[in-house]
């Protein structure tokens, strides 16, 4: 009896020494494996953007981090927190490294000056990059690009094919909208009936506008019927609806 307890606590002996080693051992080998990080990859089809622009933001996120102790997740939403960064993916690459896969903002309009819109109406800080001169130049009150974006692309449809550009298009605090077309003339929209409004200004110009489009200042179509015309040179004028 007392040979079987002794061989008993003999065991239990051995088993609380192997978790000992194992424990020591795994310490151990965590302590090899998390080493300090080394280098970050920055990977992605970036137009806009450089990656040494995306290192120089992340780097400091990265900073004082180890390898396996680094919380991915965390560094993912740092990177998502980024300037024209849509999307991020982050993992770690044996032995040291990190590898930030990045999906780019993709600019469809310039906004309110020192911002521009992805394809969503989301407004996005430029930072200093560069952009295509082409994108229209949209302004509104916080949080309303999403819909000046969407009034935008009708517009758009309705006056390309008549050989029309929106070059800015503008919605004021109180929701009266206000369009600049070919670099040259404005139109004003008010804060209702837009649609009708459109209509008007394009059987105008169909009908006698076009031929006078380089002596047009303004068009104003915040009338019941017809439009208000102000030319270059000349007091304001009025065509009415026939």
């Known amino acids: 009896m007392a040979e079987s307890g002794l061989r008993a606590r003999g065991s239990i002996l051995g088993l609380v020494l192997l978790l000992?080693?194992?424990?020591?051992?795994?310490?151990?080998?965590?302590?090899?494996?998390?080493?300090?990080?080394?280098r970050v990859s920055i990977r992605g089809d970036l137009e806009h953007v450089s990656a040494d622009y995306l290192r120089e933001k992340l780097t400091p996120v990265v900073r004082g981090q180890t390898w396996l102790s680094v919380d991915l997740g965390e560094l993912r939403r740092h990177a998502?927190?980024?300037?024209?960064?849509?999307?991020?993916?982050?993992?770690?690459?044996?032995?040291?490294?990190?590898?930030?896969?990045?999906?780019?903002?993709?600019?469809?309009a310039r906004w309110n000056?020192?911002?521009?819109?992805?394809?969503?109406?989301?407004?996005?800080?430029?930072?200093?990059?560069?952009?295509?001169?082409?994108?229209?130049?949209?302004?509104?009150?916080?949080?309303?690009?999403?819909?000046?974006?969407?009034?935008?692309?009708?517009?758009?449809?309705?006056?390309?094919?008549?050989?029309?550009?929106v070059s800015q298009l503008r919605m004021e605090d109180r929701g009266a909208?206000?369009?600049?077309?070919?670099?040259?003339?404005?139109?004003?929209?008010?804060?209702?009936?837009?649609?009708?409004?459109?209509?008007?200004?394009?059987?105008?110009w169909q009908r006698e506008?076009?031929?006078?489009?380089?002596?047009?200042?303004?068009i104003d179509l915040r009338y019941p019927n017809g439009v208000a015309i102000a030319w270059h040179g000349e007091s304001d004028g009025k065509i009415d609806e026939p």
């Open 113 to 165: 000056d020192s911002y521009l819109l992805n394809p969503e109406g989301v407004a996005f800080h430029r930072d200093n990059v560069p952009v295509s001169e082409d994108l229209p130049d949209l302004a509104g009150p916080e949080g309303s690009g999403s819909e000046v974006l969407a009034l935008y692309d009708r517009l758009q449809s309705r006056l390309v094919p008549l050989g029309l550009q």
């Open 80 to 108: 998502r927190a980024t300037e024209w960064i849509a999307e991020a993916r982050v993992s770690r690459q044996w032995p040291n490294s990190l590898t930030f896969e990045l999906y780019e903002q993709q600019p469809v």
């Open 177 to 204: 909208w206000r369009v600049q077309i070919n670099d040259a003339f404005w139109i004003m929209l008010g804060r209702n009936h837009r649609q009708e409004r459109v209509a008007r200004f394009i059987a105008a």
């Open 20 to 38: 000992v080693l194992l424990g020591a051992g795994g310490r151990t080998l965590w302590l090899w494996l998390d080493r300090p990080i080394q």
């Open 209 to 218: 506008l076009s031929g006078e489009a380089s002596r047009i200042r303004y």
